[in-house]
RNA sequence: UGGGAGGUCGUCUAAUGGUAAGACUGCGGACUCUGAAUCCGUCUAUCGGGGUUCAACUCCCUGCCUCCCAGCCA
């Protein structure tokens, strides 16, 4: 029996909780997670991998991989390699690793076995023919010529398929449901479909391919499956995907189906993915602005947080979109525990201290984490000539702007308290750089005569900054939908054209100099980072994962309404 | 239009005939060497109309709305 688990329940769950009590398949429980290799996966898929493989971890049962690869023209190995790589990255790892290919001979024998028991046909009409034939939502469809030709035609003809006797197109194999079905998936279904194409693990062993409906619950079937989970599209399909189960006689599966995950801002369809990267909007399957598992991992998004927002955001079969801040949230939270912090400046504006000794440098204690005391500390070199934050300083502050301006006084974060004197501008009356004077007494950034400060800003000593590529991610998209388009348009005419904003000669404390790509850290003040992979020893570069929340920002934005 | 699945705070999810709850968001405050985090407070909901019942989000009837299905895709 399950321990009773204070994650929260959901109907699925419900469901196996009530089989396991009524000793249904002797409480075990085997699910899996079928993806067909046409595509990277993303925050949806991670939606289903965590109650397939959380299900079953839960329940002492078992969860399989298996690619639903039974069309070799959408296939690639690429795809196969990436899946693997995306779920273990996610956390999970699974019992059997199998293929809908794995099955097809023994498809082709139930194939063949329902043929002779006068449940499948091989059927000569074209694919217009057969759109024509099965009728519309509202009226019955016509029974295909070819319906009752003798069972020995039939199975000569699909052995002939087989052989590879007939062109791409030129028959198909159907069952034999009922044309008059209100459920069009009983129409006389194709099963198998002529195509004399490359097949990524069998190569040219077959030039015939089972359609879904005829693979999927069978290769359930085949591995025992208990609960066979998938989205909410697939209801149509429940009536076939028990019938074809039914007339085989072989292991009951059973199909739940619960809401397949939407984000605002977000678009969760492989095929308009594909077409983001194909048409060059994005840099590849892992830009990280893409929501594919791999390009979050490029991001910077732990599977912790995923699996969070996963477990948080519940399953149902109510179609609803889920809000990107509900995600951001889950990321903000588990960067904020593990995130070690640094101080990195993006906009960088030169500061000298009048009455610092020229030739100084002192070591300053920074935390590592506040949030990990196990996280240690760190020092971080102080000097005369310093960075600041551009948007740190404001020759006429705004009333509710307590940051630095002529003649106030601020902490520098683990540094000293200093206050500024003079504004440099050049010709055309831009801030080049400050000049300030500091308080010897305040070192560390502690006040021994108790005044506060209302403001702590963070800096970067010149002689010792790292030069630093930033990379700062928006939404990809402008709008909540990005389906929402105008006629004519296409979800692309909603892309974001300042989804991606490269900083350069941004300025990091030396810590950063030799960092590892992947690597996660806050850079005080502004956001999460994650190191990328196009990094260059001394030469780090950056991408934004997520910011800090930001009250000021608000603030101002609302003033200024 | 035939069939199927749904409709609870702004959003996501609970409540399975018995006080409509939680998370996210928003707003307000406290605290703060990150305008972060944390803490406290707070706004807002059962699609409409009938019925059954001591009692209805839950059961019945009816209307409305949304999503899915007419691939030799999955």
Redesign the pocket.
């Known amino acids: 029996m399950p321990e009773e688990s204070s994650e929260?329940?959901?109907?699925i769950r419900?469901i196996i909780i009530q089989d396991i009590e009524s000793g249904k398949h002797s409480g075990r429980v085997q699910t899996r997670f079928?993806?067909?290799p046409?595509g990277y996966l993303h925050i949806g898929h991670a939606k289903a991998i965590c109650l397939d493989f959380g299900l079953a971890a839960e329940f002492g049962g078992k969860c399989n991989l298996r690619f639903?690869?039974?069309?070799p023209?959408?296939?690639e190995t690429e795809y196969v390699d990436a899946i693997m790589e995306d779920v273990k990255w996610l956390g999970f790892q699974w019992d059997g690793l199998f293929y809908?290919s794995d099955y097809f001979e023994q498809l082709y024998e139930w194939a063949v076995q329902l043929i002779k028991a006068g449940k499948a046909y091989v059927?000569?009409?074209?694919?217009?023919?057969?759109?024509e034939y099965?009728?519309?939502?509202?009226?019955p469809?016509k029974e295909s010529p070819y319906r009752n030709r003798p069972i020995e035609e039939s199975v000569d003809l699909f052995e002939r398929m087989k052989k590879g006797e007939f062109p791409?197109?030129?028959?198909?194999l159907r069952a034999k449901i009922d044309m008059a079905?209100?459920?069009?998936?009983f129409?006389d279904?194709?099963m198998?479909?002529?195509?004399h194409m490359d097949h990524h693990r069998t190569g040219d062993q077959w030039c015939i391919?089972?359609?879904?409906?005829?693979?999927?619950g069978q290769s359930d079937s085949i591995e025992q499956v208990t609960h066979s989970i998938c989205t909410?599209?697939?209801?149509?399909?429940?009536p076939l995907y028990n019938w074809f189960i039914e007339q085989l006689g072989i292991f009951p599966s059973q199909q739940f189906?619960f809401?397949r995950l939407s984000i605002?801002f977000t678009l969760l369809s492989k095929?308009k993915l594909l077409t983001l990267v194909q048409e060059g909007h994005v840099s590849g399957w892992d830009d990280p602005r893409m929501p594919t598992l791999t390009g979050m991992r490029r991001r910077g998004y732990t599977p912790e947080a995923i699996r969070n927002f996963c477990a948080?955001?519940?399953?149902?079969?109510?179609?609803?979109?889920?809000?990107l801040?509900?995600?951001?949230?889950?990321l903000?939270?588990d960067l904020?525990?593990h995130a070690a912090?640094v101080m990195a400046v993006l906009r960088p504006l030169r500061v000298v201290i009048d009455n610092y000794p020229d030739d100084v440098v002192e070591e300053?204690d920074a935390?590592n984490?506040?949030?990990d005391e196990s996280a240690g500390s760190r020092k971080v070199p102080f000097s005369k000539v310093l960075y600041i934050e551009q948007e740190?300083f404001r020759e006429d502050?705004p009333k509710?702007?307590?940051?630095l301006s002529p003649g106030r006084e601020v902490?520098?974060?683990?540094?000293y308290l200093i206050t500024c004197t003079s504004v440099v501008k050049d010709a055309d009356g831009n801030i080049v750089e400050l000049h300030c004077t500091y308080d010897p007494e305040?070192?560390?950034?502690?006040?021994p005569d108790g005044r506060?400060?209302?403001?702590?800003?963070?800096w970067v000593s010149e002689a010792h900054a790292v030069d630093a590529e930033v990379r700062l991610y928006n939404n990809l998209f402008t709008k909540e939908d990005p389906n929402e388009v105008e006629e004519g348009q296409d979800f692309t005419s909603n892309l974001n054209p300042d989804s991606l904003e490269v900083l350069t000669g941004c300025k990091a404390e030396p810590f950063l100099l030799d960092t590892v790509p992947g690597t996660r850290y806050?850079?005080?003040?502004?956001g999460y980072f994650c190191v990328d992979r196009d990094s260059t020893p001394g030469k780090p570069v950056f991408n934004r994962t997520i910011g800090?929340?930001?009250?000021?920002?608000?603030?101002?934005q609302?003033e200024n309404k």
Not at 68 to 71: I, L, V
Not at 192 to 195: T, V
Not at 209 to 216: F, G, L, N
Not at 325 to 330: G, T, W
């Open positions: 929260r329940s959901n109907f419900d079928p993806p067909e046409n639903d690869d039974t069309n023209s959408k296939e809908a059927c000569d009409l074209t694919a217009d023919e057969i759109r099965r009728g519309t939502l509202t009226e469809g791409d197109g030129s028959r198909t079905s209100p459920n069009l998936n129409r279904p194709v198998y479909r002529i195509l391919y089972p359609m879904y409906d005829y693979a999927h909410l599209e697939f209801d149509n399909n429940r189906e809401d605002t095929r948080n955001i519940g399953v149902s079969k109510t179609n609803g979109v889920t809000q801040s509900h995600l951001e949230y889950f903000r939270e904020n525990k912090r300053m935390v984490n506040p949030q740190d502050p509710q702007f307590y940051r902490r520098l974060r683990y540094g305040t070192r560390g950034g502690n006040t506060k400060v209302k403001s702590t800003i963070h806050q850079f005080e003040r502004i800090l929340r930001d009250t000021w920002a608000r603030i101002e609302r």
